[in-house]
């Protein structure tokens, strides 16, 4: 008889189960879960630990967008209040964005990139591209859209909408 892992297999996932038939392992929020992990050590590892893959996407949204208050980039960055405002916070100190008062409204704040944001996100386009390439590298490029075009109906946007709040 030849021993083809079949059994082995069978036994690691009959442990994964629950009491109520559940593999852990193989359910969705679980694989989400690991798969976003996979793709921060892959960033951490390729870009920096000190630009997060949030803080590309800020600075991305501002040299696509120009200057931008802060409650436009949370819903086109898919960040809640908090987030957003620690992020800009974070990315201010380091020099790479510029927060003013909105002359127009005193209660939001006007962020936009700064000459260092935008060597730093000139610097990082590149690695973001490896970073991509290297979590998907086992995906064909129809299975990458599909990918995204699924993540996309699963988060219950389009792929030009705002985050839901």
Request: with cysteine; glycine share 8%.
């Amino acid at each position: 008889m030849v021993d083809d892992g079949s059994d082995k297999e069978m036994a690691v996932k009959g442990a994964s189960k629950s009491r109520a038939g559940i593999d852990v392992t193989t359910s969705t929020g679980h694989l989400i879960r690991r798969a976003a992990q996979r793709y921060a050590a892959i960033w951490a590892n390729l870009v920096s630990e000190d630009l997060t893959s949030p803080q590309f996407g800020v600075l991305a949204l501002l040299d696509a967008g120009g200057q931008l208050d802060q409650q436009t980039i949370g819903a086109r960055g898919g960040l809640d209040k908090s987030t957003c405002g620690y992020l800009v916070d974070r990315m201010q100190r380091a020099g790479l964005v510029l927060a003013e008062v909105d002359p127009a409204n005193r209660r939001r704040k006007l962020i936009s990139l700064t000459a260092a944001g935008r060597a730093r996100l000139s610097d990082a386009l590149p690695l973001q591209r490896q970073v991509q390439d290297s979590a998907l590298a086992e995906l064909t490029d129809g299975e990458r859209v599909q990918l995204n075009r699924l993540l996309l109906k699963l988060l219950a946007l389009q792929p030009n909408d705002k985050a839901p709040q």
